[in-house]
């Protein structure tokens, strides 16, 4: 069980419930929050397998949140509904209790990023590089509204929640936001950080970009899995698209 402290500051930077626009239910579904806690030996080692196992050539740098980002060893975009489809399965398999994404490096290589090839790390290099575990924390209700048409009904387009920080890195000055899946969403000038909510059982694929119109290089991929909010993604977001 985690101290108290620990979890009132991560609850600190959740934001507040949301009312819905007057034409929508304001779901009372269920989110689970996560916070840091310390990695897990076996987690890690599972992880570190998985992704050498796909046989793909990948490095890895580890961000002052903790978390872990994958990166293409040669300079190619992530698509991990394709080319690195077995990544994604490894990182489904973690990301309860890892903060992982992958990044593309088309412009801005394995090198420049401070990644290292995954063949040389070990359960001790993350730590000592200070990756963390994750662990649930508690619930608190969604703040994306729910149409009156049900969270999952067949040929509905599904939404997420995003809650954008214009001000600063630690997403607590909340801006909320509901989004359609499958289309891009964006702004003229980049929110400095960001996190997203999965208001529905399926898993949500999200991708952001540091340039506008979810097109370019060097964009980010991650999942959060069903019903949970995911983490604070802490650099520049011009533009943004998820899908179930």
Request: with cysteine; hydrophobic share 35%.
């Amino acid at each position: 069980m985690f101290p108290s402290a620990i979890r009132s500051l991560v609850l600190a930077s959740l934001p507040l419930v949301v009312a819905a626009a007057s034409d929508a239910t304001v779901s009372t579904t269920m989110l689970t929050y996560f916070g840091p806690t310390a990695l897990s030996a076996e987690v890690a080692s599972s992880f570190l397998g998985c992704v050498n196992a796909t046989g793909d050539s990948y490095g890895l740098y580890v961000e002052d949140t903790g978390g872990i980002i994958v990166v293409p060893l040669d300079q190619r975009r992530v698509d991990l509904t394709t080319t690195d489809a077995a990544l994604l399965q490894c990182i489904l398999a973690s990301n309860d209790a890892m903060y992982l994404a992958a990044e593309s490096t088309e412009v801005h290589s394995a090198t420049d990023k401070g990644a290292v090839a995954l063949d040389g790390v070990s359960y001790d290099w993350l730590v000592a590089q200070g990756t963390t575990g994750k662990q649930a924390l508690g619930t608190k209700p969604a703040s994306s509204p729910l149409t009156s048409r049900g969270a999952d009904a067949v040929g509905v387009t599904q939404t997420y929640g995003a809650y954008l920080d214009s001000s600063g890195r630690d997403c607590t000055n909340h801006d909320h936001h509901t989004f359609e899946e499958n289309s891009c969403h964006g702004v003229r000038q980049a929110y400095k950080s960001a996190r997203f909510e999965n208001t529905h059982g399926g898993t949500l694929h999200m991708e952001i970009w540091p340039h506008h119109d979810c097109d370019k290089n060097d964009s980010r991929t991650f999942v959060i899995t069903g019903l949970q909010i995911g983490e604070c993604q802490k650099k520049d977001v011009f533009s943004w698209k998820g899908h179930y």
